[in-house]
């Protein structure tokens, strides 16, 4: 389960109402893409495990819809704000935290692997992303082993037989941390699953990240990024399939901002 951010009583969260007037809490357990590198390597190296996610906007909205996703993220030891949104939320709630990219975590978890010698695993994305990644990582951080690579079937069902043999192959190879790369929410359902099975191998969600690293996808540049427009890029490169996902996910912004600063109303009552 998550964990408190240090030196916090109580974690920063984002509150997400539901149908029914129920509301779901996705805490964020570290504020810094430092804090929560700092605390990978502590578990990785003391031979213990963790299932990270990064959370956005997108996932909100599924989060929403679906009791499986919520109940993955209950199960996370760690989660972060991966998207603008979430960050301005946490700062609507009066509890701020800092924007930590999952696709950003690749290089600097690889740094950390190739210096303590913690072999990696790769799963998801295609064979071709996952072999052209792994070479240009391992180039990029002499030392670093990517001991296993493996690219699911299409249609896999993280809740399935099939995830069942892929967590036992993950269990015979020597990979101590895993990047999941399936996208939301197989890669979230996946990691908890995987990691109750084998709990002393890390579990990362990491989307598209492996692609940005193979050149099967181009990143939005660092500009439109710090613009906060890396949305409009992705959506302007695949507008059918992107243009629904992000209308749904403007449209859930104001009861996100009205539950925010509610949170925030209550917390300072108290």
């Given at each position: ?60 909205v599924k989060l929403r819809q679906s ?204």
């Amino acid at each position: 389960m998550a964990s408190p951010v240090q030196g916090r009583l109580a974690p920063p969260s984002v509150a997400l109402p539901l149908k029914g007037g129920t509301q779901f809490s996705v805490p964020l357990t570290h504020a810094t893409a430092a804090d929560l590198l700092a605390d990978f390597e502590r578990l990785l190296v003391g031979g213990k495990g963790f299932a990270a996610a990064t959370v956005n906007l997108d996932h909100l909205v599924k989060l929403r819809q679906s009791d499986a996703f919520r109940q993955a993220y209950s199960g996370h030891s760690h989660i972060v704000a991966d998207g603008n949104p979430i960050v301005w939320l946490s700062r609507l709630s009066g509890r701020p935290v800092n924007l930590v990219p999952g696709s950003e975590l690749i290089e600097p978890i690889a740094e950390i692997a190739a210096r303590t010698g913690i072999p990696v695993g790769f799963f998801g994305a295609t064979e071709n992303s996952l072999e052209s990644s792994a070479l240009e990582l391992e180039r990029r951080y002499p030392g670093l082993n990517v001991a296993s690579r493996i690219a699911p079937p299409d249609g896999f069902d993280p809740s399935g037989e099939g995830a069942n043999a892929c967590i036992a192959e993950m269990a015979r190879s020597p990979a101590r941390l895993w990047l999941l790369a399936l996208g939301a929410p197989k890669q979230e359902i996946f990691a908890v699953r995987a990691w109750q099975r084998i709990p002393d191998r890390g579990f990362l969600s990491i989307g598209a990240g492996l692609d940005f690293i193979s050149g099967e996808q181009v990143r939005a540049p660092a500009l439109i990024r710090a613009l906060a427009l890396e949305w409009a890029w992705r959506m302007v490169s695949n507008p059918r399939r992107l243009a629904p996902r992000y209308a749904r996910c403007a449209a859930a912004l104001p009861s996100l901002a009205s539950a925010a600063l509610k949170q925030r109303r209550m917390e300072e009552r108290c």
